[in-house]
């Protein structure tokens, strides 16, 4: 299989480049890996998020208007290091404070956690929430492993409205605190993600065989079975997602159908029909619904399903609000 790539490149670098020829409101911050919207206002907080790359249009397609401030890559599956990360906070740091979104993965914990310490030390308020609403299981123990994935992407898009309409940071850290418990997330795979300029995939998935709870690092999943149908898949997810968030007929809620990659429109439709026939069962208002490439792993074929319960109406709005942030 070809990869478009070009040998001995940095690939953040080069895509950096290439999103801010595209888009002129957003520009890089110095040398470092990372961006921001020069037109944000300086009397609202920004916020940071960030991470390793392989995840497009994550991180950096979330820079906008109504999302994020800025946001910060490492190379590909690898986090940004502490040193730049605490470089983009002050950068951002207007007198007001920053807010940061974490994915709950032990590198970006590490490198997050470092920068913000640092920056707290220097006198720079720095609150931040982790998303963690990935309930896939380790295969050894069956402990939920609590991956912050594709539910990432709704902090973004609420909190980032929140702080356009003027939260403080007080009031982002508690919204953020709200919304991460309020999600849950679980996917599948039918072909492992490849790493670019390798060719070689990151784990063993037999033709015609789906791999449940794989992560957005090209990890494995918990259960390899053959395959079935779109519904089957469907109604296995649904089942899990259920039994961890209890809903109740008539209860409200957010859905993503994430796109890990390299799966058609038309499979991600056909399982989307599939899922909402399944919630329909149960009398669920879907209040807010999306799909398409979200948070990817690179060249992974796979979809996975995100529902948020919907506590207060002004999520949806937020959620509804216009954005130039390219990838929403």
Same mark, same amino acid.
């Not at 295969?139 to 902090?155: E, K």
């Given at each position: 299989?070809?990869?478009?790539?070009?040998?001995?490149?940095?690939?953040?670098?080069?895509?950096?480049?290439?999103? +801010?020829?595209?888009?002129? /409101?957003?520009?890089?911050?110095?040398?470092?890996?990372?961006?921001? /919207?020069?037109? *944000?206002?300086?009397? #609202?907080?920004?916020?940071?998020?960030?991470?390793?790359?392989? /995840?497009?249009?994550?991180?950096?397609?979330?820079?906008? #208007?109504?999302?994020?401030?800025?946001?910060?890559?490492?190379?590909?599956? *690898?986090?940004?290091?502490?040193?730049?990360?605490?470089?983009?906070?002050?950068?951002?740091?207007?007198?007001?404070?920053?807010?940061?979104? *974490?994915?709950?993965?032990?590198?970006?914990?590490?490198?997050?956690?470092?920068? &913000?310490?640092?920056?707290?030390? @220097?006198?720079?308020?720095?609150?931040?929430?982790?998303?963690?609403? =990935?309930?896939?299981?380790?295969?050894?123990?069956?402990?939920?492993? /609590?991956?912050?994935?594709?539910?990432?992407?709704?902090?973004?898009?609420?909190?980032?409205?929140?702080?356009?309409?003027?939260?403080?940071?007080?009031?982002?850290?508690?919204?953020?605190? #709200?919304?991460?418990?309020? !999600?849950? +997330?679980?996917?599948?795979?039918?072909?492992?993600? +490849?790493?670019?300029?390798?060719?070689?995939? !990151?784990?063993?998935?037999? @033709?015609?065989?789906?791999?449940?709870? &794989?992560?957005?690092?090209?990890?494995?999943?918990?259960?390899?079975?053959?395959?079935?149908?779109?519904?089957?898949?469907?109604?296995?997810?649904?089942?899990?997602?259920?039994?961890?968030?209890?809903?109740?007929?008539?209860?409200?809620?957010?859905?993503?159908?994430?796109?890990?990659?390299?799966?058609?429109?038309? @499979?991600?439709?056909?399982?989307?029909?599939?899922?909402?026939?399944?919630?329909?069962?149960?009398?669920?208002? !879907?209040?807010?619904?999306?799909?398409?490439?979200?948070?990817?792993?690179?060249? !992974?074929?796979?979809?996975? &399903?995100?529902?948020?319960?919907? #506590?207060?109406?002004?999520?949806?709005?937020?959620?509804?609000?216009?954005? =130039?942030?390219?990838?929403?």
């Amino acid at each position: 299989m070809v990869q478009v790539c070009n040998k001995g490149m940095d690939f953040v670098l080069e895509n950096i480049e290439a999103i +801010t020829k595209i888009n002129p /409101h957003l520009k890089q911050i110095g040398n470092l890996p990372a961006i921001y /919207h020069q037109g *944000v206002s300086e009397q #609202q907080i920004p916020i940071l998020s960030g991470g390793g790359s392989g /995840h497009e249009p994550a991180h950096f397609g979330y820079v906008g #208007q109504g999302m994020l401030t800025a946001a910060i890559s490492g190379p590909i599956f *690898v986090p940004p290091c502490a040193a730049d990360i605490l470089e983009v906070i002050r950068f951002l740091d207007k007198g007001r404070g920053v807010f940061v979104i *974490v994915k709950n993965f032990e590198a970006d914990l590490r490198e997050f956690s470092q920068a &913000i310490h640092a920056a707290r030390a @220097e006198g720079i308020a720095v609150k931040y929430v982790v998303s963690h609403d =990935d309930i896939s299981v380790e295969t050894a123990s069956f402990q939920l492993r /609590h991956r912050g994935v594709a539910g990432t992407i709704l902090l973004h898009k609420i909190l980032g409205e929140a702080a356009a309409r003027g939260a403080s940071l007080d009031q982002l850290e508690a919204l953020g605190l #709200q919304l991460a418990t309020s !999600m849950a +997330t679980l996917g599948f795979a039918t072909k492992p993600a +490849t790493i670019l300029g390798d060719n070689h995939p !990151m784990f063993q998935l037999e @033709e015609g065989y789906i791999s449940f709870g &794989i992560g957005i690092h090209g990890e494995p999943g918990y259960r390899t079975v053959p395959f079935d149908s779109s519904a089957a898949l469907a109604n296995e997810l649904i089942n899990k997602l259920k039994m961890k968030l209890k809903w109740q007929d008539g209860d409200a809620y957010i859905l993503l159908i994430n796109n890990l990659g390299a799966t058609s429109k038309m @499979e991600e439709l056909i399982f989307t029909n599939d899922v909402l026939d399944f919630l329909a069962l149960d009398d669920l208002e !879907m209040a807010f619904t999306k799909t398409g490439h979200l948070i990817t792993s690179l060249d !992974m074929a796979g979809l996975s &399903i995100t529902l948020c319960r919907l #506590q207060d109406a002004k999520w949806l709005d937020y959620l509804q609000a216009p954005t =130039d942030a390219f990838g929403w």
